[in-house]
């Protein structure tokens, strides 16, 4: 196994499941420092003691990252460990009911807008004058097949996934010159705890249901994991500002 992340610091969001957690692990074997994020506690300790116990170096930090004070709290701990932050993953993120446009609550719009694009804004933006102090960065952002069409979710999702790839093009043209790589994943259909609470007698998920019978096989979180941190390596040296389906072709269908 290549240790090709020794001495680097990699935060991961979402880390106590699924994507997040697998990403988390190959990072770790791999050689990285890993700042377990999640909002749960008892999750990300678990991740955590998986990765010492195999040798690795890991921490939690645990808390809601739609809030600016979890962020800020996730940075300050992160730097005062480990003296920087090398890798940041944004990967937290939650579903919506697959409600349409005219179904959608308030509540559900403000909170899947604030998990899934405003909190990779906060983090990326507290994140980023660490790596301008190094000259060096690599940044990941997990999508969706939603980021890419519209009948892959409800409105609210969607929105969210689009405006993280606009996040990620806009942050990889700012960054271009300044050592600071950024991409992002859009899954397919990923064999995870994503929980989906779907209002059954929407208009949404009516007229997305057909639309997923393209979704194709179903991957495993590794699989991700495996592009993510490819992102994040050297190997990827002049890859910036690409959208990297991993979805079995759904996106080509
Ligand atoms: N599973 C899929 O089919 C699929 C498809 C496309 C995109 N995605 C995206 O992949 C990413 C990872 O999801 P997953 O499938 O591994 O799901 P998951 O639910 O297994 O993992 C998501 C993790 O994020 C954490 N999280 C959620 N909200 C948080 C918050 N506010 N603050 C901190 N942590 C929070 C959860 O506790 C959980 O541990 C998400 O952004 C999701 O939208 C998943």
Do not use: C
């Not at 809601?64 to 993120?93: C, F, K, M, R």
């Not at 790839?165 to 942050?171: N, P, Y």
């Amino acid at each position: 196994m290549s240790k090709d992340f020794a001495g680097k610091t990699a935060i991961v969001t979402g880390a106590g499941a699924g994507i997040g957690r697998a990403t988390a692990l190959e990072l770790a074997k791999r050689g990285a420092n890993v700042v377990v994020a999640d909002i749960h506690a008892d999750t990300a300790n678990l991740v955590v003691a998986q990765i010492v116990n195999e040798g690795g170096a890991a921490i939690a930090v645990a808390g809601d990252l739609a809030e600016q004070g979890v962020i800020d709290a996730l940075v300050a701990t992160t730097v005062a460990t480990y003296g920087g932050v090398d890798v940041l993953v944004n990967n937290a993120g939650i579903m919506d009911d697959m409600s349409g446009p005219h179904e959608v609550s308030d509540e559900l719009w403000h909170r899947v807008l604030r998990v899934n694009l405003t909190a990779p804004l906060l983090l990326t933006r507290a994140v980023v004058p660490h790596m301008l102090s190094r000259g060096h960065g690599a940044i990941v952002n997990t999508t969706s097949e939603a980021g890419l069409r519209g009948s892959a979710a409800g409105t609210a999702y969607t929105v969210s996934k689009h405006g993280l790839i606009g996040l990620t093009k806009s942050a990889a043209v700012v960054y271009r010159d300044k050592g600071i790589r950024v991409n992002a994943v859009a899954p397919g259909g990923v064999a995870t705890s994503l929980e989906v609470n779907v209002k059954q007698d929407s208009m949404g998920l009516a007229a997305i249901g057909g639309y997923m019978a393209n979704v194709g096989r179903i991957a495993q979180p590794e699989e991700l994991a495996a592009a993510i941190v490819f992102l994040a390596s050297d190997a990827a040296s002049n890859i910036s500002g690409a959208i990297v389906p991993v979805d079995s072709s759904w996106s080509a269908v």
